[in-house]
């Protein structure tokens, strides 16, 4: 018998806002959240500070792949109750968000001795199920029979919009232009990545949120749940 916990698994394009909706739903179900582009980032940040990735992404690997062997990166939460990631024991949330780590975080989730690595550290997480992972490759590499596969999708404007205030609002000088140009490299880049790229798993669910709210993805996603999980997220109070 089951313990009726469930695996969801939710993919999809850069900026649709994937972290966002996955935080709300495990939050609703009383689930893990896992967020698997935090690991990849981390792994680039350790490369990145030891010297085993320059500035234009030519990667040393041997070193890297013995030392990813013996370093601990882990998730904890903090007391608003969101995931801050861990590297030997330090925190280095903000480390990884940088706009270095994320220039150079692509060439990282190429190789394949990380891919297997990475994939490791999710399965284990997700042992006793009752989790929502977001990521690129969740449903079609990582968990091919998780019991709820979300894709989710918007028009790279909408996206490049969104991750334009996002910017601002940490005081970048970028453009919209730029922005946009930005984030159409990382979908080229992550949709023809040799191993895994990201793709939309055949029986994923298409998740089109251009012209959506979170409440309205909630609503939508409860549709789903109810009738076939008996779950429901609780929309979240104003
Ligand atoms: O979602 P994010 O921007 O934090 O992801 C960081 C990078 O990791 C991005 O280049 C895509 C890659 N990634 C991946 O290849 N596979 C995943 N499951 C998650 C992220």
Known sequence: MGSGKIIIAIDG???????????????GLGYIYADSGALYRAITYFA?????????????????KKLLKIIKISFRNDRGGNSRT????????AGIRTSQVSGL?????????????????????????????????????????AELKIFMTA??????????????AKGSKDTYEKV?????????ID?????????????????????????????????ILLPNFNLEVELPKQ
């Open 155 to 168: 028009t790279p404007e909408v996206r490049a919009q969104r991750r334009f205030l996002e910017l601002q």
């Open 48 to 64: 990145y500070n030891n010297g085993f990735i320059d500035d234009r992404g030519a990667i040393d690997e041997e070193p890297l």
């Open 86 to 93: 861990f590297l030997n024991g330090d925190d280095i949330e």
């Open 191 to 223: 949709e023809h990545r040799e191993i895994d790229p990201l793709r939309r798993a055949k029986d994923a669910i298409e998740l089109d949120n251009t012209f959506m709210t979170m409440e309205e993805e909630i609503e939508w996603l409860n549709k």
């Open 105 to 145: 975080v692509s060439k990282i989730a190429e190789l394949g001795f990380v891919r297997e690595h990475v994939n490791a550290i999710l399965k284990q997480m997700a042992i006793d199920k009752g989790i929502v992972m977001d990521g690129r490759d969740i449903g079609t590499a990582v968990f091919p029979n």
């Open 13 to 27: 394009y850069s900026s649709t806002g994937k972290s966002s909706f996955a935080k709300l739903v495990a939050k």
């Open 180 to 188: 946009l140009e930005d984030l159409k490299k990382r979908d080229y």
